[in-house]
Nanobody, 122 residues
Framework: QVQLVESGGGLVQAGGSLRLSCTASGRTFGKYNMGWFRQTPGKEREFVAGISWSSSGTVYIDSVKGRFAISRDNAKNTMTLQMNSLKPEDAAVYYC???????????????WGQGTQVTVSS
């Protein structure tokens, strides 16, 4: 049974930090490029950051560059997203998934976890 479990979300004031975690079970995690996505009500899910299977490459959307850092530990089947200097516009439900390539970060798996809610107060 494949599972994606996101955690680490919460309520934080603008300027604060959160560290999100993603655990993938049931797949050979280390073989896949992985990414973080986010979604707000009424909007489509958007790609936020990605990391190659070997951690040799990362990619971020412009709005989070310099504030967010993605990393992974293949031995633990986990990926993290360190989010600093949070802004109200970062508030969303955050999800993780495999991605096809760093320059083509379309979701690689046809399923999603429950996500983790990030709320940023101004």
């Amino acid at each position: 049974q494949v599972q994606l479990v996101e955690s680490g979300g919460g309520l934080v004031q603008a300027g604060g930090s959160l560290r999100l975690s993603c655990t993938a079970s049931g797949r050979t995690f280390g073989k896949y490029n992985m990414g973080w996505f986010r979604q707000t009500p009424g909007k489509e899910r958007e790609f936020v950051a990605g990391i190659s299977w070997s951690s040799s490459g990362t990619v971020y959307i412009d709005s989070v560059k310099g504030r967010f850092a993605i990393s992974r530990d293949n031995a633990k089947n986990t990926m993290t997203l360190q989010m600093n200097s949070l802004k109200p516009e970062d508030a969303a439900v955050y999800y993780c998934n495999a991605i096809a390539e760093l320059d083509d970060p379309s979701p690689g798996w046809g399923f999603w976890g429950q996500g983790t809610q990030v709320t940023v107060s101004s």
